[in-house]
């Protein structure tokens, strides 16, 4: 059973291009979340997906992202027109429910965007 | 508002000996979950161990242990008998334990060396 699959590993982009950052959960996982780690940085609340649902995007910056969960496919976090800034390791993790039993997510092993 | 603090940016410990990440978290809920993980180089994120706050017994994992204070809001993690596979980033994680909640909120880590 693979687990949370991201891609690409890593991703250059120039300053006002846009980024695509895929994540594929875990079979049978519906929920899916987004963290950021900055440089020398904990891993931060980006998103909360379920399929089809955004269900709580407080930790998202108010312009330039958006985060989609379709019924088919894997889940997608877009940035458009990257700035510096937004350099850092993306990470994806994803839980069959709202983890009950609060065993921890199982993360992937993210996306460093470099914006260059 | 939760906080996670580690105030240990780095630590080294020599192999086959014992070492202690500190934690410390801030919270006026009685009811939560604490996790420790691990980031290898590799980036991904591994769950090491986690700790339910209403349990008074501390959580062990073969080699790793936590001392939880639950009136100190502290909680360590002991790596005993180090490994060279055990040098890696450690975070530790605080979780509310309300029914459908989701957010982790990470401490900024420490990296640990293990030195041969």
């Known amino acids: 059973n693979a687990g949370v699959m991201q891609n690409p590993r890593h991703l250059v982009r120039r300053r006002g291009q846009e980024a695509r950052l895929r994540c594929s959960p875990m079979?049978?996982?519906?929920?899916v979340y987004w963290y950021r780690q900055l440089p020398e940085e904990g891993l931060k609340f980006m998103v909360y997906l379920q399929k089809e649902n955004i269900i709580d995007e407080s930790g998202m910056p108010k312009e330039r992202f958006s985060a989609e969960f379709p019924k088919e496919g894997p889940s997608i976090l877009r940035i458009q027109q990257v700035v510096r800034g937004d350099s850092a390791a993306y990470f994806c993790a994803s839980s069959p429910l709202t983890d009950p039993h609060n065993y921890g997510y199982t993360f992937g092993s993210g996306t460093r965007l470099t914006v260059v | 508002a939760q906080t996670v603090t580690q105030s240990q940016p780095e630590m080294s410990v020599q192999e086959a000996e014992t070492v202690t990440l500190s934690c410390t978290y801030d919270t006026s809920e009685s009811d939560y979950y604490l996790f420790w993980y691990k980031q290898p180089p590799s980036r991904q994120m591994i769950l090491v161990i986690r700790q339910e706050a209403y349990k008074q017994q501390n959580a062990t994992e073969n080699r790793f242990s936590v001392n939880f204070q639950k009136a100190a809001k502290s909680f360590s993690l002991k790596i005993s008998d180090s490994q060279l596979g055990d040098a890696a980033m450690y975070f530790c994680?605080?979780?509310?334990?309300?029914?459908?909640?989701?957010?982790?909120?990470f401490g900024t880590g420490t990296r640990l060396k293990v030195l041969a």
């Open positions: 994680a605080y979780r509310t334990a309300t029914s459908g909640t989701y957010k982790y909120i």
């Open positions: 079979k049978g996982h519906s929920h």
